[in-house]
């Protein structure tokens, strides 16, 4: 008994560890949330599942304009939209010490969770599995398979950070680069997002949630445990 015990052990540990595995690879997944928008439950965001397309974020703006176009969104039934940060600890605020290249690298563990600091960077490298150099432009078909469309390869995408008065941060989708822009200069795309989940005050919008594979692995690892030490004891 005591080696059979063991060996289910061993084995249920090895289950377990590639569990973890499941768990962490769905954490970039975008959330159904009807046939305009997704959700990001790892950054606690909505966007638009058409990148600005067909909403008025397809026409190029200087910066003020953009930040103006989506502040007074209404779509989907909310009026809370902005332009994604390009850090979220300096909010809409200047920041100068953001990386100009490739802000992330798409390889996971520390760069994840670094990499949320930043939602387009995300959007990229983890909800659609981008890597430096790589293309997610066009119709992507995100991790978790839900569909974006109409994200643009020209010109690059605005972001609501700014650098001082006369720059802000700028991301690229046909390459992953982040630059920076000129706000009377450049005329640049948008991209709406708004902050939480579209459910709280919409449920209609939600689908029924389906347990993650880690999640499902773990509640099956406890009821083979609960089995065996209820064995033993007999």
Partial sequence: MGNRFGTVRR????????????AGSASATLLDRGPDMVYDDVLDITWTRQAGGGIGGDIARL???????????????????????????????PITTLPIGFPCTGAGGADEVACRD???????????????GGDKTGTQTAV?????????????????????SILAWRFTFDDGLQGQ?????????A???????????????CVESVPE?????????????????RRRKS
């Fill in 11 to 22: 084995w249920a540990a090895a289950v377990l560890v590639a569990g973890m595995g499941l």
């Fill in 63 to 93: 910066w003020g304009a953009a930040n103006a176009w989506a502040i007074f969104l209404d779509f989907g039934g909310f009026t809370d939209w902005r332009l994604p940060y390009a850090s979220v600890s300096a909010g809409a605020g």
């Fill in 118 to 132: 930043n939602e387009m960077a995300y959007m990229f490298y983890y909800n659609l599995d981008g890597n430096p």
């Fill in 144 to 164: 978790g398979g839900e569909m974006l469309t109409g994200i643009s390869d020209i010109p690059d995408y605005w972001s609501g950070t700014g650098i001082d």
């Fill in 181 to 189: 822009g000129g706000v009377d200069g450049n005329a640049l795309m």
């Fill in 191 to 205: 991209w709406a997002v708004r902050p939480g989940d579209v459910c709280d005050a919409q449920p209609r919008l």
């Fill in 213 to 229: 594979p880690g999640s499902l692995l773990l509640l099956a690892l406890g009821a083979l445990g609960l089995g065996w030490s």
